[in-house]
């Protein structure tokens, strides 16, 4: 596959995003502005994304300085896998063999864990922080709930899940928590100050335990970002970011 071959098969629509502002063959000093590509499901944006890694590898762009970033798990596995595919077919038609690793391909919440523990010293983190997943998220909001007396049965207070959905809409959205109950749990809207609390405790018992849960990965990404020379030594290490499923994105992410 060479240069050229990088770009058949795709539309005209599909070479231009391919090929936008992407650096010439063995240059990697032009600029690229950001792109932002609009189609329906199942025209190829995966596809088209994996084709523009060839192209910027086959230009000369290390696979290391290229961030690759999805929302899924599944998402993340097709988009990496893809643009291997397209990568080491493109090395090897040239000769330069057909091993590629892209490094820096995979969830947000993947690539977040990465950089956080790299720099956790940086944000007062251990960098032994265990990760909790949706299950044991909830548990502990579950704990949460029991030592403030929320869960005794006697009043409808919403049960650990939605207490975990509720926290987890406010981090994300960027919003308040008044706000998101009354756009998306009304029925919930009583209990806000409640719910205060317990998010309070909530992080309280993360903290006290070197835990992040999804949410948490997002929001120290974010920390970490804020600060001038922390954002300068991470953007030094790309020379392009693309994200695949980019609707699938929420306020925090983007």
Same mark, same amino acid.
């Given at each position: 596959m060479s240069p050229a071959a990088v770009l058949e098969g795709l539309n005209e629509a599909q070479?231009?995003?391919?090929?936008?502002?992407?650096?010439?063959?063995?240059? %990697?000093?032009?600029?690229?502005?950001?792109? #932002?590509v609009?189609?329906?499901?199942?025209?190829g944006k995966t596809m088209t994304l994996a084709h523009r890694v060839g192209h910027l590898v086959l230009a000369g762009v290390p696979?290391?300085?290229?961030? +690759? +970033?999805? &929302? $899924?798990?599944?998402?993340?596995?097709e988009m990496t896998r893809r643009a291997r595919r397209v990568v080491g077919q493109a090395l090897a038609d040239e000769g330069r063999g057909a091993a !590629?690793? #892209?490094?820096?391909?995979?969830? &947000?919440? $993947?690539?977040? *864990?990465r950089l956080l523990r790299e720099y956790a010293a940086n944000l007062g983190l251990d960098a032994g922080f265990s990760v909790l997943d949706r299950g044991d998220a909830a548990d502990l909001m579950d704990v949460a709930r029991q030592e403030l007396g929320l869960a005794d049965g006697r009043r409808r207070f919403p049960r650990k899940d939605t207490c975990l959905a509720i926290y987890s809409r406010?981090? *994300? $959205? %960027?919003a308040e928590l008044a706000d998101c109950l009354e756009? *998306?749990?009304?029925?919930?809207?009583?209990?806000? @100050?409640? /719910?205060?609390?317990? &998010?309070? %405790?909530?992080?309280? #018992?993360?903290?006290?335990?070197?835990?992040? @849960?999804?949410?948490?990965l997002l929001l120290w990404w974010h920390a970490l970002m804020e600060s001038?020379? +922390?954002a300068a030594a991470v953007g030094e290490r790309f020379d392009h970011v #693309?994200? @695949?499923?980019?609707? @699938?994105?929420? !306020? /925090?992410q983007a």
């Open positions: 070479r231009r995003a391919v090929t936008h502002a992407a650096p010439q063959r063995e240059g %990697r000093g032009r600029v690229a502005g950001p792109l #932002l609009i189609a329906g499901a199942g025209t696979p290391a300085r290229i961030l +690759l +970033l999805t &929302f $899924s798990r599944r998402a993340g596995r !590629v690793k #892209l490094p820096w391909a995979g969830t &947000f919440h $993947s690539v977040a *864990n406010v981090v *994300n $959205s %960027r756009a *998306n749990w009304p029925w919930c809207a009583e209990w806000a @100050d409640e /719910l205060r609390g317990l &998010f309070a %405790r909530y992080v309280e #018992l993360k903290q006290a335990g070197a835990m992040l @849960d999804y949410d948490d001038p020379a +922390l #693309l994200v @695949d499923e980019y609707q @699938d994105t929420n !306020v /925090l």
